[in-house]
């Protein structure tokens, strides 16, 4: 039986924990520039700090000290650290050819990590999943104010930069968690990926897909409720769909329950610790996201807890309490309202 059946199986009886903020954790590690360069960039002509996927090539002790800190405290779940693995995203640093690299190792520390867990805890599997982030680059929404048709990518370059960050990972990976979503046509090449790399392996692997309500009004950036953002990805049958990032617990909640009322799939949510401070800091304690989160689970509105930015062990680990003995949420019944002429919803698209 492979560790995503078992997952499946857990997924039945229980609600499953993924991991918190890989980017939160490394920071409190205080590394600098040289930890992000090593020996073998030591003189990158680009800065590099703060490239935290670069870490699993120079420094990738201080990344499986956060998979392993996540693991302990109760995650079922843990992401690669390549959310920004693409050619697109690592030009920022002049680093766009090493992308497939460092979605590679990526993927072989997590599943390090995991495996070493599941030969301890048998009863209590835990998988990788291969994080697909929104890129700095969107579909949808003109970088020039002055000129709002502009695009300075294409559908086929995005979908061909992920192309290269999933081939890297397919073989190591569990499933695909494409996530942080801001921009629903960004998603929808991340689909486009996911099938031609399927196509061209000759397996697949579960998709889960998670968007981002970006502030109080309820939408993603590309303009999208949760419920609209749910339809418009529905063709693609992902295994979990939900919501990150952004808000906390509280300001997500209602979102995360217009998707739990129309979603024919598993319901995920990692939210942030709450809002960002003057500082950009996370202030909301493990308990206050305990005592936010824990409505939601005896609401029956979701099959996977985490958490995002700010989110520490500390923080899973009260989620992971606060779940045990739950039921997860039930997907409701297929709704021929969200199909248009017997196609999923917006199928033609991709």
Known sequence: MSIWSK???????????LDGAMGTMLQRQQLEEDDFRGERFKDWPSPLKGNNDLLVLTKPEAVLQVHDAFLAAGADLIETNSFNATTISQADYDMSDLAPEIARASAKLARAAA??????????????????????KTLSISPKVEDPGYRDVTFDEVKD??????????????AILIETVFDTLNCKAAIAACREVFATVGYERPILIS?????????TLSGQTAEAFYISIAHAKPWAVGLNCALGADEMRPHIEAISRVA?????????A???????????????MQRQIT???????????????????DHINAIFEATKGQAPR???APNPTLRLSGLEPFAIAI
């Open 211 to 219: 968007g981002t309500i970006t502030d109080r009004s309820g939408r």
């Open 115 to 136: 495996d070493a867990w599941t030969a301890k805890t048998p009863d209590k599997p835990r998988a990788v999943l291969g994080s697909v982030g929104p890129m700095n």
């Open 264 to 272: 024919e799939t598993r319901v995920l949510a990692f939210p942030n």
């Open 7 to 17: 997952i499946e199986a857990a997924s039945q009886s229980r609600i499953l924990m």
């Open 161 to 174: 930069s992920y192309i290269g960050q999933i081939t890297a990972q397919i073989d190591i990976v569990d």
């Open 330 to 332: 039930v997907p409701v």
């Open 274 to 288: 709450g809002l960002p401070n003057a500082f950009g800091e996370y202030d909301e304690t493990p308990a206050d």
């Open 295 to 313: 409505p939601w689970i005896e609401g029956g509105f979701v099959n996977i807890l985490g958490g995002c930015c700010g989110t520490s062990p």
